[in-house]
């Protein structure tokens, strides 16, 4: 089976290896955002806020720090605003995590609104418009929804007639629109809530499971499965009403090995793979 090799794309510096890394993420500008703190949480019990570090890097390699205050979120999802601002969110809205879910920090890191946007997220993407995208996994029938940044629900999947939306295995949000491929029935799904004469199109699709997806025109491209799939990448392109496959294959590291145990973020054309120890990003770009 033939192997695409990731590219290197942004690494953590190693002056700050010494940090617990609670989570990472590539933006819609294509800068990778590290959120470090001191220690990993630990399991069982309430977690008191903390201060924490978002340790930033540009396409270009430049570094940039954020110390953030009071930060509530025990597993945290974590994503830049247009503006500078950051949005730490909190997986499970549970406790004291219900309407302090989701906190945004200002660019000195100080915390400037909260609000929650329901339990169970599965993915936390902004959009080039600052438009907050969250997808669900099963412990929430929402499904996919569209928040502005100050809490405001400004789409929802309710209305969209996508066929077995009942967890949001992969997202990808590029410019303003959002591709999804949700378990039930894997359909690919592209939502344009700005297009009023058809916000939302499906395409059926064969390819069962994949965690990410990435679109180029009439290409698109898998990745992830089952079992012995989870490293399976497979492409197929875009006909009328599904999705038609062209080829498969595997995924890998730079070294060829298995990613294995990662963290994958789906930016239009891109697919970002984070490998533990979760210091270091690799891309697939579909458009090459």
């Known amino acids: 089976m033939q192997k695409t090799v990731l590219v290197p794309y942004a690494r953590?510096?190693?002056?700050?290896?010494?940090?617990?890394?609670?989570?990472?993420?590539v933006d819609v500008f294509g800068a990778a955002h590290w959120l470090l703190a001191e220690r990993a949480p630990q399991p069982g019990g309430d977690v008191l806020p903390f201060d924490a570090l978002v340790v930033s890097v540009d396409p270009?390699?430049?570094v940039e720090l954020t110390e953030l205050s009071a930060v509530r979120a025990r597993w945290p999802h974590l994503d830049r605003l247009p503006n500078g601002e950051f949005v730490?969110?909190?997986?499970?809205?549970?406790?004291?995590?219900?309407a302090n879910q989701v906190q945004v920090f200002d660019a000195l890191g100080r915390e400037t609104s909260s609000f929650s946007v329901g339990d169970a997220i599965e993915h936390l993407l902004v959009d080039e418009a600052g438009h907050i995208w969250v997808g669900h996994f099963d412990e929430n029938p929402a499904g996919i929804r569209r928040w502005s940044a100050t809490g405001q629900l400004t789409w929802t999947s309710d209305d969209a007639h996508i066929p077995g939306l009942f967890d949001c295995y992969a997202l990808n949000v590029s410019g303003t629109a959002a591709w999804a491929c949700p378990y039930t029935d894997f359909p690919l799904v592209e939502i344009r809530p700005d297009r009023p004469?058809?916000?939302?199109?499906v395409w059926a699709n064969r390819v069962r499971g994949?965690?990410?997806?990435a679109v180029h025109g009439d290409l698109v491209a898998f990745y992830g499965g089952y079992r012995e799939e989870q490293e399976r990448l497979a492409l197929g392109e875009l006909a009328e009403t599904s999705v038609t496959?062209?080829?498969?294959g595997l995924l890998t590291l730079s070294d060829g090995s298995a990613p294995g145990r990662r963290r994958v973020?789906?930016?239009?054309?891109r697919i970002y793979v984070q490998a533990e120890p979760f210091t270091t990003?690799?891309?697939?770009?579909?458009?090459?």
């Open 281 to 288: 990003w690799g891309v697939f770009d579909l458009s090459s």
């Open 60 to 62: 270009g390699g430049n």
């Open 210 to 213: 994949a965690k990410a997806v």
């Open 265 to 269: 973020v789906s930016r239009g054309s």
């Open 245 to 248: 496959p062209t080829d498969v």
């Open 197 to 201: 004469e058809r916000p939302v199109r």
């Open 12 to 25: 953590l510096p190693q002056a700050h290896h010494d940090r617990h890394v609670l989570t990472s993420t």
């Open 88 to 98: 730490v969110a909190a997986s499970r809205a549970r406790r004291y995590e219900d």
